[in-house]
């Protein structure tokens, strides 16, 4: 996995939006990755870019998740029925919905020390 952009601890997410997100005192500009081995930058920008390569990431600590949230930016677009079978076959439930909602319910859940994990799309203005 490429480490660039990587933060070494799962953590909650302070605030969003500028394109970015803030947490653990630290602002990270772009698409996020919160998983059980730490928070990474992800190169993706649009929903339409959400695939089985760019989640190869996400799949690889499968085994550590019980819950994804996709956060799709400001609207919701379908997912790659691909890539909600291979998490499935993996005992991950996926829930894609728009950014601020998947930050929000990743932060409780995080909050409750469940097994969770996220992948963020940046987005501009938070609402």
């Known amino acids: 996995m490429n480490t ?4 070494p601890t799962q953590v909650m997410i302070d ?6 997100f803030r947490f653990a005192d630290m602002s990270h ?4 990755l919160c998983l059980p081995t730490g928070m990474f930058a992800w190169p993706v920008a649009t929903a339409s870019e959400i695939t089985l390569d760019t989640m190869a990431p996400v799949l690889a600590v499968a085994d550590q998740i019980d819950v994804l949230f996709i956060g799709l ?7 790659d029925p691909a890539i909600r079978t291979a998490f499935r076959e993996r005992g991950v439930i996926i829930e894609a919905i728009a950014t601020g909602g998947a930050l929000r319910t990743y932060n409780v859940l995080m909050a409750e020390h469940r097994a ?4 963020l ?7």
Do not use: E, P
């Open 4 to 7: 660039t952009g990587h933060y």
């Open 15 to 20: 605030a969003y939006g500028n394109d970015g």
């Open 29 to 32: 500009r772009g698409s996020l």
């Open 73 to 79: 930016g400001k609207d919701v677009a379908s997912i």
């Open 116 to 119: 969770v994990a996220a992948a």
């Open 121 to 127: 799309i940046a987005i501009d203005t938070a609402r």
